[in-house]
């Protein structure tokens, strides 16, 4: 058994309180989910790789249970809290593990430090240099917009193939609509 996962909280280098939750021993995994999703969202790939490795789950800003930002909701900003992030775990390296949003700034990250902190780098459901991307979701600002509650709603659902408990996906809904969209 993994146990329940500890959590954390450290300073970005600009000043915001940023969350993450640390569970299991060894080598390192930390897991960064897409825009608007909390940590959380790993919830099942951290119950199973925390009973081999050290799982570290991270609630990007503005974003779980870290502090809303008023600024720095960029790809440069982002990536840098993870490099942050990596250096507060005061480990040599990680598998790092980005998920939509996550995989361009796992991306940017390497482009920015290199890669002698990354043990392994992992993409998640990410289009990366197609041209012209996929297009997907239709006008998903659009209906944010109309309706943000339910669009959010259903935009948590689709991100599942099958369909986890209720009381999971308004946990997820609830923490995403935390996220500033404008």
């Known amino acids: 058994a993994t146990g329940m996962a500890a959590a954390h909280d450290f300073r970005s ?24 999703m909390p940590a959380s969202i790993w ?20 974003q779980g249970a870290s502090a809303i930002a008023r600024s720095g909701h960029n790809m440069a900003r982002r ?36 890669d002698a902190r990354v043990a392994g780098l992992v993409l998640v459901d990410n289009s990366v240099g197609e041209d ?3 297009q997907r979701g239709g006008n998903f600002m659009g209906r ?7 669009a959010m709603s259903e935009f948590v659902r689709q991100m599942f193939r099958s369909q986890p408990a209720q009381e999971y996906l ?8 935390r996220t500033p969209y404008k």
Not at 170 to 177: I, P, S
């Open 132 to 134: 012209p991307a996929p």
């Open 43 to 62: 919830a099942p790939q951290i119950e199973h790789f925390s009973q081999h490795y050290r799982v570290v789950a991270f609630d990007p800003r503005s």
């Open 144 to 150: 944010l917009q109309a309706d943000r509650e339910k």
């Open 79 to 114: 990536s840098k809290d993870i490099a942050e992030l990596i250096a507060h775990l005061k480990v040599p390296r990680v598998v790092l593990v980005g998920w939509s949003l996550a995989v361009l700034e796992a991306l940017n990250y390497v482009h920015e430090q290199g």
């Open 13 to 36: 280098s600009d000043g915001v309180r940023l969350h993450y939750t640390s569970n299991g021993k060894g080598e390192v995994i930390v897991l960064v989910p897409g825009w608007t």
């Open 170 to 177: 308004d946990a997820l809904t609830a923490q995403a609509l």
